[in-house]
């Protein structure tokens, strides 16, 4: 990345290593595949001008990540998903579910949203989310519990987080 000086040890691995799932996180909430490099590179921005706070945080990719997730839903509220789909599914139905997920991520408490979203959509484990979240980790596990809960109230009992997991969603 161009503009990285020499004081800013190790963000350009940083950059590399996170703008892909970065990218992939807002794409499961957008379906726009410009729009979640826009995040990405958003989050990524962010970390750049926070760099000296955050470049000696254990959790360094949960923060990222967690960035990623707030500016990726607050796109979702500013207008809804593209109509796409990967994986052989009809376009108008991965366009519905992904309404829907905004929808019940919205409804969640900011603690259950954020937990839910690192640990499923990210993909980072739950001793990764606790860190991130500043927490133990048995209060992030009840964080994801708990989130899991209120979404198949909100979705219905049908759902289940391997959709979150294998991109169903």
């Not at 503009?3 to 726009?32: I, K, N």
Request: glycine share 8%; proline share 4%; aromatic share 6%.
């Amino acid at each position: 990345m161009q503009g990285v000086s020499p004081g800013d040890d190790g963000f350009e691995e940083v950059y590399r290593r996170l703008f892909p799932r970065a990218a992939t996180l807002a794409y499961r909430l957008l379906g726009d595949r410009t729009a979640a490099e826009d995040v990405a590179a958003e989050a990524l921005a962010r970390t750049y001008a926070h760099w000296r706070k955050v470049s000696g945080l254990a959790y360094l990719d949960g923060w990222v990540l967690r960035v990623a997730t707030n500016l990726a839903i607050d796109v979702a509220r500013r207008r809804p998903p593209i109509l796409q789909a990967d994986k052989g599914v009809d376009p108008s139905e991965a366009t519905t579910l992904r309404l829907a997920l905004v929808a019940a991520l919205k409804s969640l408490p900011r603690r259950q949203r954020q937990a839910v979203v690192l640990r499923y959509l990210s993909g980072l484990p739950e001793q990764e989310v606790a860190r991130t979240l500043g927490v133990s980790a048995s209060t992030a596990s009840t964080h994801v519990q708990r989130g899991l809960a209120a979404l198949r109230a909100h979705l219905g009992e049908a759902f289940r987080e391997e959709e979150l997991v294998d991109g169903r969603i």
